[in-house]
């Protein structure tokens, strides 16, 4: 505020001379009716002094209420506030000079959002439609705002450590196969659509909870975390997923909101992100369970779980179907041997034994690898006939056996990647 | 209203826990042909247990509704 009244006290003590002298001649009588100028007139004189006067003037303050007009054109409120009081700008960006801005603003991830902190350059402007004052644009700071957003997000972390929630979500539990997901996004966003796809692609049993919620914007921050409290309460969530695109780092900011770290923080579920932004994590993607770049990553990392599960699952199966044909084989001449031995022995003991042995040899086609097969499943042997369990165990060049329902695969490999 | 876990779904960690502990039974080479039946039974219990929910079910989608005060 001082500032702003030290700015007006000198331009009233530098005020040209066509404004001054009129004040001066008038000892108490006011100006002459002759000197009137027409309104347009006035402000056009008014326009032309503020430019002279606040030529490259810095300011910086909050942005508050942000309008995207049709035109291209942005209004936005620059705001101070100091203790109760509040001091406002109406600041207009026009269309051209947000086109000029973009590569700067688009190199360092800001742009113009309601919460964050900007230093611009303005100069002040009378509209003639309405004569209110208002601000034009002209340039942006980048370093202003992003030092402003880390400084931001230190504090708040240095908060959510001092509470003992910065590490609270990681020590959830995550159930070893997590099939209830609470999904946390814009419904019909891209973001969403890749989850799904991914999620659809595994051929796994998901049982999806969606929470349609806004992820960027006024109230972004409040719906997301309102949607993790509430997925939470659901029995059969086993996990909640915050998923969104990818964004300008202002863009992101929702992500950085202290209430929405707190929310993800003590969510009673783990928390996973996929927020989309590849070089920066957000405080959300800090206090989560598990942070992934993107809604695909997160999608695959959940279902690695249950991959792994499924993986355990198969090799006991395959041990059991093992072990049991050879128990099976000495338990055959353990009765074979009592034939031969024990000719006193009733025949209908040899049935029963026999009839055991037929029931373990139909238990037995539960394991079966030829029944998963024909669902698609497959196994992968090297030329040692040892299972491939993981591409670590594959070189360049290494030959694979593949079983399929109906036969085996043999192949050389040109090249392996991970998940 | 938040759906009850049925009981086939609860139990995938017990499930893998216990189907080790019985191939490691089934390990021993003096197993008893009418104990092997009986663990065998078990075990292809279980292996059903993890398999068909996981590997067979659609992938099922609902839409949430935040609650008035919340959103």
């Known amino acids: 505020m001082r500032n702003i009244n030290n700015h007006r006290d000198r331009n009233l003590m530098q005020m040209p001379s066509q404004f001054r002298d009129r004040d001066e001649d008038t000892d108490g009588r006011g100006s002459s009716a002759d000197d009137a100028r027409s309104v347009s007139e006035l402000i056009a004189d008014?326009?032309?002094?503020?430019?002279?006067?606040?030529?490259?003037?810095?300011?910086?303050?909050?942005?508050?209420?942000?309008?995207?007009?049709?035109?291209?054109?942005?209004?936005f409120d620059l705001i101070e506030e100091d203790g109760g009081e509040k001091s406002v700008l109406a600041v207009k960006l026009f269309r051209g000079v947000r086109q000029s801005l973009g590569p700067k603003m688009k190199q360092h991830g800001v742009d113009i959002v309601s919460g964050i902190k900007?230093?611009?350059?303005?100069?002040?402007?009378?509209?003639?439609t309405n004569g209110s004052l208002g601000f034009k644009m002209s340039d942006l700071d980048p370093r202003f705002t992003l030092g402003d957003?880390?400084?931001?997000?230190?504090?708040?972390?240095?908060?959510?450590?001092?509470?003992?929630?910065?590490?609270?979500?990681?020590?959830?539990?995550?159930?070893?196969?997590?099939?209830?997901?609470?999904?946390?996004?814009?419904?019909?966003?891209?973001?969403?659509?890749?989850?799904?796809?991914?999620?659809?692609?595994?051929?796994?049993?998901?049982?999806?909870?969606?929470?349609?919620?806004?992820?960027?914007?006024?109230?972004?921050?409040?719906?997301v975390a309102a949607a993790i409290g509430h997925l939470a309460t659901f029995d059969d969530v086993d996990l909640v997923a915050v998923i969104r695109g990818g964004g300008s780092k202002t863009d992101l900011a929702a992500f950085d909101d202290e209430a929405l770290a707190r929310a993800a923080a003590t969510c009673a579920k783990p928390v996973f992100t996929g927020i989309g932004h590849e070089v920066d994590t957000s405080i959300v993607d800090e206090v989560a369970f598990s942070w992934n770049k993107t809604p695909t990553a997160c999608a695959i990392a959940i279902i690695d779980m249950v991959n792994d599960f499924v993986m355990r699952v198969e090799t006991a199966a395959q041990r059991m179907a093992t072990l049991v044909l050879k128990a099976l084989a000495t338990a055959e001449r353990r009765v074979a041997d009592a034939v031969g031995q024990l000719r006193t022995l009733r025949t209908s003991s040899l049935n029963g034994a026999k009839s055991r042995i037929d029931l373990l040899e139909s238990e037995l086609r539960g394991f079966d690898p030829v029944v998963l097969m024909r669902r698609g499943w497959s196994i992968t042997y090297d030329k040692d006939g040892?299972?491939?369990?993981?591409?670590?165990?594959?070189?360049?060049?290494?030959?694979?056996?593949?079983?399929?329902?109906d036969g085996t695969v043999f192949s050389t490999t040109t090249e392996t990647h991970n998940n | 209203m938040p759906r009850k876990k049925d009981a086939t779904e609860t139990g995938y960690e017990e499930a893998?826990?216990?189907?080790?502990?019985?191939?490691?039974?089934?390990?021993?080479?003096?197993?008893?042909?009418?104990?092997?039946?009986?663990?065998?039974?078990?075990?292809?219990?279980?292996?059903?247990?993890?398999?068909?929910?996981?590997?067979?079910?659609?992938?099922?989608?609902?839409?949430?509704?935040?609650?008035?005060?919340?959103?």
């Open chain 1, 386 to 405: 040892r299972v491939m369990k993981s591409v670590k165990q594959v070189k360049k060049g290494s030959e694979l056996s593949t079983r399929l329902a």
């Open chain 1, 118 to 128: 900007v230093r611009i350059r303005v100069t002040p402007d009378v509209f003639a």
């Open chain 2, 16 to 71: 893998v826990i216990e189907l080790e502990e019985i191939l490691a039974e089934l390990s021993d080479d003096d197993i008893d042909v009418d104990h092997l039946a009986e663990r065998v039974k078990r075990a292809t219990e279980l292996v059903k247990i993890c398999r068909d929910r996981i590997a067979a079910a659609r992938l099922e989608v609902k839409d949430i509704e935040l609650p008035e005060e919340s959103g």
């Open chain 1, 46 to 75: 008014i326009n032309q002094v503020l430019a002279r006067e606040f030529r490259d003037v810095w300011v910086y303050g909050e942005v508050g209420k942000v309008t995207n007009a049709a035109s291209g054109h942005c209004y």
């Open chain 1, 149 to 223: 957003l880390a400084a931001k997000r230190e504090e708040i972390v240095t908060r959510l450590k001092r509470d003992g929630l910065y590490d609270r979500n990681k020590r959830t539990r995550l159930p070893m196969v997590p099939l209830g997901i609470g999904l946390v996004t814009s419904k019909g966003s891209a973001a969403h659509a890749d989850f799904m796809k991914t999620l659809e692609q595994s051929g796994i049993g998901f049982r999806v909870s969606l929470c349609d919620v806004r992820v960027q914007g006024d109230g972004a921050a409040a719906s």
